[in-house]
């Protein structure tokens, strides 16, 4: 099997599962089309188990919803909203900064990753994640913890490489634009059901003929 044709098996492969096995798709795509919201929950979901980072952006939206409303809000009111996540006493003024920059902008969130980068907080990844769940714009592949691992494990990706935005580079170099949307939100329900981070499940995993296993010393 040649490398473009096992790129392709791996990704119809995984959406077969996820179809059959009705994965859950990640919380953050609940803010798809909202800019503000996708950022503001990005900030807060670094370090952070998902769970937490839905409970502190709910209770966030819930004192108030747009930019203007948040930055009124005192810093109290903002920690208590936001203490499931962690450092949550730091990332206190990142939400002010967010919301006040955006307000000061007409409510306008950047379309541009350097644009973005500029606001307290915020690094490549939550930028790129803003720009696909805000905007639908894909012109980069989400790296979180899962994407990262699997991509070694699979062989896309030089076991070597760590920082997110190389390994953006390596994978978009193998995968076919079209799959760039949805790799990301691909590995995590795949990250989370079969390729664990301690354990994968290779006996039971649909990919398990056609993955190298990169560095994968136990196996669930
Ligand atoms: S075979 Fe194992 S290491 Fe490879 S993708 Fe599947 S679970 Fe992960």
């Known amino acids: 099997m040649d490398e473009p044709t096992r790129v392709r098996e791996i990704y119809d492969r995984l959406t077969q599962t996820r179809d059959e096995q009705h994965w859950q798709p990640t919380s953050l795509s609940h803010f798809e089309g909202q800019p503000f919201k996708a950022l503001l929950a990005g900030m807060l979901s670094a370090q952070t188990r998902e769970e937490n980072t839905t409970a502190a952006i709910n209770n966030l939206l819930a004192l108030a919803d747009t930019p203007e409303g948040i930055a009124q809000l ?112 691909l590995m995590v329900m795949f990250g989370r059901a079969i390729c664990l981070p301690t354990y994968p499940q290779c006996p039971r995993c649909p990919l398990n003929d056609i993955c190298p296993k990169v560095g994968v010393v136990r196996r669930g």
Do not use: C
Not at 110 to 119: A, D, H, K, N, V
């Open 74 to 185: 005192s810093d109290e009111q903002i920690r208590k909203a936001i203490s499931p996540v962690m450092y949550f006493e730091g990332k206190v003024r990142y939400v002010r900064d967010i919301a006040e920059k955006v307000a000061a902008n007409g409510g306008e969130v950047p379309r541009t990753i350097e644009g973005l980068m500029e606001y307290k907080g915020v690094g490549w990844k939550v930028a790129v994640l803003t720009l696909a769940v805000g905007y639908g714009i894909y012109d980069n592949i989400t790296v979180d913890v899962h994407v990262a691992r699997i991509g070694i494990r699979l062989g896309l990706v030089k076991p070597t490489t760590k920082q997110p935005p190389k390994v953006n580079d390596e994978l978009k170099q193998v995968l076919p634009r079209e799959m760039w949307p949805h790799w990301n939100a």
